[in-house]
């Protein structure tokens, strides 16, 4: 690791310049010519004596070759001395300035010329040329260490010719990142079977369909990451998992309107046929609406954010073609076996007649209340709500052998004059292992070596805690305004974008009640986050997202089935066809945020670590979108049109008596 940050850091610039050809007769005499300067070579004898050997040579690149015309870099070893060496080779253009300085400067009337070869205004060597060298190949020898030689070479292949600051690090210890992978999909597995059972008890037959169809998502969803060369992260199996939940809400609104359609007495085939034709317009817009915020986090996010912007994509792609073609397919195909006559599935939740939009004045003014009081104690925290992802910082982890008392920590800690440091000791739910946490803000000028600091003090002043850097992950002040930015414009932007489509499909009443009820829950749900005390972090981002998917989701669901109603003249007020709505689709709703909350606990309570943020999140952002479609979106529609019927409902009475 410490390796790679030198690499990184280092700029290695290459220049070849030719040596004065009185190079020693001028340096003995201490003549220095115009446009030249001593530069000193290091050689050691074989007695084991360093030597410096000075040289005469041109303070600029001879025809401007450096090494940006470099093409590649390795290391071999000489044949006769068996030390190792840089071999180079030059790009097209670099060999050719390469043959025409070699072969203007070959050996003639007996006088040989050398060419210095400069890294970082240090010789390295100064080979005599021999003859014209036409394939721009060439080698760097000097007293190499192998480790030396290999950086060289590494860095002699970084495009930089100036030198760069490292502002963001994110590294993981090896045993930290293989016990996330085992939390991640020990989540996976435990959420994916609790879903998969209560769907293939409570849909029987359609549920063990249903389940295959799952099957072969997961699989789909897998080879798509794998054909375009995505990394899994933790995020990406979180996205993986939520995957799941999300898809069974296509193939519950299937059977839901499957079900219904059986009641009203078609016979199986019909029913069938009806049910994924009308459940068809709704999942296309529940799902093109989240695929607006999970294509934001693919474009503006960054690292596993982006990663789970894929996973959640690439998923949401993948349910719909399974839902609505495979399990039709599947169905289809029993039905011309003539292997099922009907489809029984269970039903806990009867028809209901439950006036919500009766309490929906005082639920309103009751969430903004909370929202108030979580956003007014998130202020009054100040810059501890914000994690060093967003504020610039250093967050390290530490695995110990022995506790050392927190308040020994921050004496020592104090000494070092970093500000303000948060220590605490923190137990991840999903292996159990205990780990020490420290966070330094970023101050500038004194904390960008923080981490280092913060190291060899615990491992200095506490020896016997055996304390062992398990993670760390530092950003600059500047990256993490960048993070903040790129943030808040995603996040607008899936609003805007969700707006648009949602006035399009429908009406601008509908359009402004959904998105009221995602800035509902957005604000809620980062209410609750400050009153549990934790930090917003990237990962935060990609949940409050992925609610905004969700709420919207669970949304238009609803606003469909308005809309259908009143383009079939259901009789009644507004508000009782907004009711109605509301309880023809409550059976829906239970189980679909069900499903997604058996999901997003699996992942709370076995995910650990960065994960256990995002499913608290989650957990919060589900109950509340699920709420606020009935009490914000649905009232804000009705308070639109002062409890009128919208226009649309009036046409087509007006088309229909004509």
């Not at 760097?140 to 290999?150: L, M, P, Q, Y």
């Not at 108030?372 to 810059?383: E, H, K, N, P, V």
């Amino acid at each position: 690791i410490e390796s790679a940050r030198r690499q990184i850091q280092r700029a290695a610039f290459l220049e070849f310049r030719m040596v004065h050809p009185e190079s020693a007769q001028r340096v003995a005499e201490g003549i220095i010519d115009p446009g030249y300067e001593v530069l000193h070579e290091e050689r050691t004898d074989k007695d084991g004596v360093k030597r410096l050997i000075p040289y005469l040579v041109k303070k600029e690149p001879e025809r401007g070759l450096t090494g940006k015309y470099l093409k590649r870099a390795g290391v071999s070893r000489n044949p006769l001395t068996n030390e190792p060496e840089i071999h180079f080779e030059l790009d097209a253009e670099g060999a050719k300035l390469f043959a025409e300085i070699t072969r203007e400067y070959s050996p003639r009337e007996g006088r040989e010329y050398q060419l210095a070869i400069v890294l970082d205004g240090e010789l390295r060597s100064a080979p005599v040329i021999r003859s014209p060298i036409e394939g721009g190949r060439g080698q760097i020898t000097g007293s190499f260490s192998v480790k030396e030689a290999f950086e060289l070479a590494s860095v002699l292949e970084n495009p930089l010719e100036a030198p760069v600051q490292l502002v963001y690090e994110n590294t993981v210890d090896p045993t930290l990142g293989k016990d996330s992978i085992q939390s991640g999909i020990r989540a996976a597995v435990v959420g994916t079977i609790g879903v998969s059972l209560f769907i293939a008890i409570y849909y029987l037959v359609g549920g063990i369909v249903a389940n295959i169809a799952m099957l072969l998502n997961l699989l789909l969803l897998v080879g798509v990451m794998c054909m375009i060369g995505a990394t899994f992260t933790l995020p990406g199996i979180a996205g993986i998992v939520l995957t799941v939940g999300m898809a069974v809400d296509a193939n519950v609104l299937i059977f839901e309107r499957i079900r219904e359609e059986l009641a009203s007495g078609k016979p199986l085939r019909s029913a069938l046929a009806a049910g994924y034709n009308k459940a068809f317009g709704t999942i296309l817009d529940s799902n093109l609406t989240t695929l607006i915020a999970s294509a934001l986090l693919m474009k503006l996010g960054t690292g596993p954010i982006k990663g789970f912007g894929y996973t959640l994509t690439v998923g949401l792609v993948t349910s719909m073609f399974t839902a609505l073609l495979v399990t039709r397919l599947i169905f289809d195909f029993l039905l011309a076996k003539n292997l099922i006559r009907s489809l029984p599935m269970l039903q806990l939740i009867r028809p209901t007649k439950i006036d919500f939009l009766r309490w929906a004045k005082p639920a309103f003014a009751l969430s903004w209340i909370i929202i108030l009081s979580g956003l007014g104690y998130g202020f009054y925290r100040g810059a501890d709500v914000l994690s060093v992802e967003f504020a610039g910082g250093d967050n390290m982890s530490f695995a110990f052998t022995k506790k050392v008392e927190i308040e020994q920590l921050r004496q020592s800690i104090s000494q070092l004059g970093l500000g303000d440091t948060v220590l605490q000791y923190q137990k991840d739910p999903g292996t159990g292992r205990e780990t020490l946490r420290v966070v330094t803000r970023s101050l500038p000028g004194k904390n960008e070596d923080a981490a280092q600091k913060v190291e060899d003090a615990l491992k200095t002043q506490f020896p016997d805690a055996g304390f062992q850097q398990l993670s760390l992950y530092k950003v600059g002040a500047s990256v993490g305004r960048e993070i903040q930015r790129s943030a808040i414009i995603a996040t607008l932007l899936a609003m805007f974008g969700i707006l648009l489509y949602v006035a399009f499909r429908y009406e601008l009443s509908f359009s402004v009640g959904a998105i009221v009820a995602i800035v509902h829950d957005v604000l809620m749900t980062t209410g609750w986050y400050f009153l549990a005390g934790k930090e917003l972090n990237g990962t935060t981002i990609a949940a409050l997202l992925t609610i905004i998917g969700f709420s919207i989701n669970d949304t238009i669901v609803i606003f469909d089935r308005v809309r259908e109603d009143l383009k079939l003249g259901v009789r009644g007020t507004f508000k009782e066809i907004l009711n109605h709505a509301l309880n023809q689709c409550l059976s829906r709703t239970i189980i679909t945020s069900g499903t997604v909350l058996m999901s997003t606990l699996a992942l709370y309570l076995f995910g650990g670590g960065v994960i256990n943020d995002f499913a608290f999140c989650l957990l919060v952002g589900i109950i509340t979108g699920t709420y606020s479609t009935i009490y914000i979106a649905s009232a804000i529609v009705l308070w639109w049109h002062k409890g009128e019927r919208p226009k649309m409902a009036a046409q087509v009475q007006m088309e229909a008596a004509a």
